[in-house]
T-cell receptor, first 111, second 115 residues
Framework: GNSVTQMEGPVTLSEEAFLTINCTYTATGYPSLFWYVQYPGEGLQLLLKATKADDKGSNKGFEATYRKETTSFHLEKGSVQVSDSAVYFCALKDSNYKLTFGKGTLLTVNP | EAQVTQNPRYLITVTGKKLTVTCSQNMNHEYMSWYRQDPGLGLRQIYYSMNVEVTDKGDVPEGYKVSRKEKRNFPLILESPSPNQTSLYFC??????????????FGPGTRLTVT
């Protein structure tokens, strides 16, 4: 079946550092891809998405590009802030009725 | 404000005592789903519903029941909770069309402890 693999955490960075969280997927066809963010004590929020190959999703300074040749959707941000500390989930639209999530990556940004 | 609400947010109960976690959305979404989140396992889908009176099993449905009598509500029922159902539960909703679901909107979560 379809699956999502994202880098193990936790990831700890200093403020203004560059962030990359790797995400690769296994799927048939051309699934839509998502990044969700979960701030402490809250539910998941959609951060960005891409629906076809070579699409770039972006929001709040975060970016991810849908790479079909490498089956990847890596999340990047050029300069992280303390307020970006959260758990980040990569996900794919597995079918008409389901999202499949990666296990999540905890990011901690220190001042 | 568009939102998904869950109640209760926190619940401690004992093995075998039936409980219901409510979920409600005000966005007129057709699709609703329940997930559980466990450390190292990410989110796993329990049940989903594509419309009123239409429900189906997700990846981990054992020990859970759901119902969808109204479009806005999708309660999760644990008839006889066990300690392995201790988890963080999320309800989500989404628009649904011929091409399937769109991005999902999540509730704030319900932390359940079964002793």
């Amino acid at each position: 079946g379809n699956s999502v693999t994202q880098m193990e955490g936790p990831v700890t960075l200093s403020e203004e550092a560059f962030l990359t969280i790797n995400c690769t997927y296994t799927a048939t066809g051309y699934p839509s891809l998502f990044w969700y963010v979960q701030y402490p004590g809250e539910g998941l929020q959609l951060l960005l998405k891409a629906t076809k190959a070579d699409d770039k999703g972006s929001n709040k300074g975060f970016e991810a590009t849908y790479r079909k040749e490498t089956t990847s959707f890596h999340l990047e941000k050029g300069s992280v802030q303390v307020s970006d500390s959260a758990v980040y989930f990569c996900a794919l639209k597995d079918s008409n009725y389901k999202l499949t999530f990666g296990k999540g990556t905890l990011l901690t940004v220190n001042p | 404000e568009a939102q998904v609400t869950q109640n209760p947010r926190y619940l401690i109960t004992v093995t075998g005592k039936k409980l219901t976690v409510t979920c409600s959305q005000n966005m007129n979404h057709e699709y609703m789903s329940w997930y559980r989140q466990d450390p190292g396992l990410g989110l796993r889908q329990i049940y989903y519903s594509m419309n009123v009176e239409v429900t189906d099993k997700g990846d981990v449905p054992e020990g859970y029941k759901v119902s969808r009598k109204e479009k806005r509500n999708f309660p999760l029922i644990l008839e006889s909770p066990s300690p392995n159902q201790t988890s963080l539960y999320f309800c989500a909703s989404s628009l649904y069309s011929g091409t399937g679901i769109y991005e999902q909107y999540f509730g704030p979560g319900t932390r359940l402890t079964v002793t």
